[in-house]
């Protein structure tokens, strides 16, 4: 089992800045990869970035705004630079072993 809990959403206005946080428990050594998904109101739910071993990928929707990364203490982090108020959503941790794990969510919102 893995738990992952989510910390640093908030309110922003256009042009600011947020960093999220995700801290992995429990069977930590069976994860391979950690990513970031989101979900707007009415809108299925979509990857922003994952990393493992292998290295990073970033949607092209927030390539050169975002950034993922990984500490060693198993925290995951989502750099979100100049913000947009389609970046409003709820933010998901995943983290993927035998099956996917996923954190309780996030609230991001842009305000214009």
């Known amino acids: 089992q893995v738990q992952l809990v989510e910390s640093g959403g908030g309110l922003v206005q256009a042009g600011g800045s947020l960093r999220l946080s995700c801290a992995a428990s429990g069977s930590i050594y069976s994860i391979n990869v950690m990513g970031w998904y989101r979900q707007a109101p009415g809108k299925q739910r979509e990857l922003v970035a994952v990393i493992n071993s292998g290295g990073r990928s970033i949607a092209d929707s927030v390539k050169g705004r975002f950034t993922i990364s990984r500490d060693n203490a198993n925290t995951l982090y989502l750099q979100m630079n100049s913000l947009n108020t389609e970046d409003t959503a709820v933010y998901y941790c995943?983290?993927?072993?035998?099956?996917?794990?996923w954190g309780q969510g996030t609230q991001v919102t842009v305000s214009s």
């Open positions: 995943n983290a993927v072993s035998r099956r996917p794990y």
